[in-house]
Structures are given as structure tokens and as C-alpha cells.
């Protein structure tokens, strides 16, 4: 069992869409979640950061995470076809934070104009 | 700002023969990364350097050598390519590997865009 799950999609929504895209994991330790945006041939970019459980919102994203259920979730509000690329969650394990990030394999999102 | 730049962007190898992927970061970051992404596999560390000087083994060395040249650059070797090898490769930096919870979403890893590597 792999220690980060995400559904690698496609996601395909229309444009203004709310859309949801999550992740499971099985290592309780886990305490810094991240989201990533990755654009065709691109390297990933970071877009969400999150310590421990709670809800953080920026502009149309809003990443929330449940430590209870090991689930994290990223929304995005007003989807834009500018929107469109592989989101990526990551997540780090250790006592004290580091950057030896677990990544999820990433979900590849669509929004039609 | 270039950021964290890599090269060659493609590259097409036989089975044998060796090669070395180059990463230089002008972000005056100490700690720097190199990542394969595969289908279904996500992005998987191979080394990861955590300061000048210092090297050490990620989720996946197995057939990889890496060398941290100056605080600017870490360069990835394949000394005997294998077709397993195929794969992109990315090359990130970060202000540094151990953080406090404040400092993280000013300290992310930056990447660069990758090398995509075909090995026959």
C-alpha cells in the first residue's frame, strides 16, 4: 500500500465549476500537507500549504485537512481553463519538518471553456 | 531569475551507455533535490543534498550517483543506463531541508522544468 493515495483522474469540469480533488494517506505522523500545480512539461509549482488539521484559503483555493480520516482535500472555486494541470499533494513525516516530501501521483484536472 | 534550471531538457539513450543530467539554482538555496516522476508512481526522491558537501540517499538511488559540485550545482549520473531508467527527471532546491512550521510556505522547494529521458 502505497503511503500517499490520489485518483490520478481525469477530472473534467466546466468552467466555474467547484471542483474537489483529494488525497488519502496511512502514516498518522504525517503534519505538513501540501498542494502542488504542475502545467504540461513543467515542473510543479506550490500552490497550498497546510500545518496539521484546519482549513487554509487562498483566493479561489481552499485546502483543508482532516488528520482523524488521514484526508486532505484542495478546492477551487470558479474553475478557469487556466486551471487546467496535474495537482499533486505532498506531505512530509518527521518529527521536525523537513523537505523529504511524499508525493501523491497527482490528478490531472480538465476545465472546458 | 532563472530559478532552478536543468540540462539538457531531452535526452535519448541506449541501454549501457552513461550520462550526466546537470542542475544549477541561482536562488543562493542550500539544499537541493533530484526527483524522477513515472505514471502511476508520482514523483519519487532518488538523492538529495542538504548542504554544500553533504550527499544522501532518497527513496529510489538504486543505479544513480550524484555530486554536489558547489552550493549552485548538483548534477545526476547514470553510469550504466537501463531501459527502468526511463523516466522525467527533476531537479528542485530549497532554502534549506529542516524547517519550523512558520517558515514553510516562504521556504518551498522550487523545480526546475525536467529532463526527459528515453533509454532504448
Known amino acids: 500500500q502505497k503511503e500517499v493515495e490520489q485518483d490520478p483522474g481525469p477530472l473534467s469540469v466546466p468552467e466555474g465549476a467547484i471542483v474537489s480533488l483529494n488525497c488519502t494517506y496511512s502514516?498518522?505522523?504525517?503534519?505538513?500537507f501540501m498542494w502542488y500545480r504542475q502545467y504540461s512539461r513543467k515542473g510543479p509549482e506550490l500552490l497550498m500549504y497546510?500545518?496539521?488539521?484546519g482549513n487554509k484559503e487562498d483566493g479561489r483555493f481552499t485546502a483543508q485537512v482532516d488528520k482523524s480520516s488521514k484526508y486532505i482535500s484542495l478546492f477551487i472555486r470558479d474553475s478557469q481553463p487556466s486551471d487546467s494541470a496535474t495537482y499533486l499533494c505532498?506531505?512530509?513525516?518527521?518529527?521536525?519538518?523537513?523537505?523529504?516530501?511524499?508525493f501523491g501521483t497527482g490528478t490531472l484536472l480538465a476545465v472546458q471553456p | 531569475n532563472a530559478g532552478v534550471t536543468q540540462t539538457p531538457k531531452f535526452q535519448v539513450l541506449k541501454t549501457g551507455q552513461s550520462m550526466t543530467l546537470q542542475c544549477a539554482q541561482d536562488m543562493n538555496h542550500n539544499s537541493m533535490y533530484w526527483y524522477r516522476q513515472d505514471p502511476g508512481m508520482g514523483l519519487r526522491l532518488i538523492y538529495y543534498s542538504a548542504s554544500e558537501g553533504t550527499t544522501d540517499k532518497g527513496e529510489v538511488p538504486n543505479g544513480y550517483n550524484v555530486s554536489r559540485l558547489n552550493k549552485r550545482e548538483f548534477s545526476l549520473r547514470l553510469e550504466s543506463a537501463a531501459p527502468s531508467q526511463t523516466s522525467v527527471y527533476f531537479c528542485?532546491?530549497?532554502?534549506?531541508?529542516?524547517?519550523?512550521?512558520?517558515?514553510?510556505?516562504?521556504?518551498?522547494?522550487?523545480f526546475g522544468d525536467g529532463t526527459r529521458l528515453s533509454i532504448l
Open positions: 497546510t500545518y496539521s488539521s
Open positions: 528542485a532546491s530549497s532554502e534549506a531541508l529542516f524547517l519550523q512550521p512558520r517558515e514553510y510556505s516562504n521556504q518551498p522547494q522550487h
Open positions: 502514516n498518522s505522523a504525517f503534519q505538513y
Open positions: 505532498a506531505m512530509t513525516n518527521y518529527g521536525g519538518a523537513t523537505n523529504k516530501l511524499i
